[in-house]
């Protein structure tokens, strides 16, 4: 069963708008929460996080932001490039609350494609 | 910075054969992880390590087992290699912290 999910598997937004990926989670034990790129044949590589104490964690254009009670984050993307079409995954731990030794479990990814 | 190589970026293997991946990472970090990626499957964990000679199973360890002799390398072993064992394999580290970090990946190919 999931615990993380990703449900849209693609999107496909114009250079220079705004991206907004989501992810929600089922596990109320959850207190980390990161982003993930991908780009084909290569290793998934960390783009930000956020703890649960918070509700919005920003870097540059990369905003990341959490709604416990729905149990839901989104990443937003502002301005959107070429350069960020991939995959982006979503990823939880409980790592504060004697999660399995950092494990995080990951959404399935969605396709993010910028177009000029 | 952290690097996390992993022996090989492309292998091709025959059904039967057993197959040797391996990770290495020069961060000094307690735990590895080993995951593969299927198109629309995501990132699913195959087994994990916190230590040395330690081992977890993930999610999916069926067909699949490790070794952590030193706590720089992480190796997986396929047994029996099976075509649908055909699949990208990521190997992973990670501290204290929440963050993991990944290799380059291995893409498998198992005819």
């Known amino acids: 069963d999931q615990q993380v999910k990703q449900n849209s598997p693609s999107l496909s937004v114009q250079e220079g708008r705004i991206s907004i990926l989501n992810c929600d989670y089922t596990?109320?034990?959850?207190?980390?929460f990161l982003w993930y790129k991908k780009y084909p044949a290569e290793g998934p590589t960390f783009l930000i996080s956020?703890?649960?104490?918070?509700d919005k964690n920003e870097d540059g254009r990369f905003t990341v932001f959490l709604n416990k009670s729905a149990k839901h984050l989104s990443l937003h993307i502002v301005p959107s490039q070429p350069g960020d079409s991939a995959v982006y995954f979503c990823?939880?731990?409980?790592?504060?609350?004697?999660?399995?030794?950092?494990?995080?479990?990951f959404g399935r990814g969605t396709q993010l494609t910028v177009w000029p | 910075d952290v690097k996390v190589t992993q022996s090989s970026r492309y292998l091709v293997k025959r059904t039967g054969e057993k197959v040797f991946l391996e990770c290495v990472q020069d961060?000094?970090?307690?735990?590895m992880f080993w995951y593969r990626q299927d198109p629309g499957l995501g990132l699913r964990l195959i087994y994990f390590?916190?230590?040395?000679?330690?081992?977890e199973k993930g999610d999916i360890p069926e067909g699949y087992s490790v070794s952590r002799e030193k706590k720089e390398r992480f190796s997986l072993i396929l047994e029996s290699a099976s075509t649908n064992q055909t699949s990208m394999y990521l190997c992973?580290?990670?501290?204290?912290?929440?963050?993991?970090?990944f290799g380059p990946g291995t893409r498998l190919l198992v005819l």
């Open positions: 390590s916190y230590d040395v000679k330690m081992k």
């Open positions: 992973a580290t990670g501290g204290q912290g929440e963050t993991q970090y």
């Open positions: 990823a939880a731990s409980a790592f504060n609350r004697g999660s399995t030794l950092g494990r995080l479990y």
């Open positions: 956020i703890s649960s104490i918070k």
């Open positions: 961060m000094d970090h307690e735990n």
């Open positions: 596990n109320s034990m959850f207190d980390y």
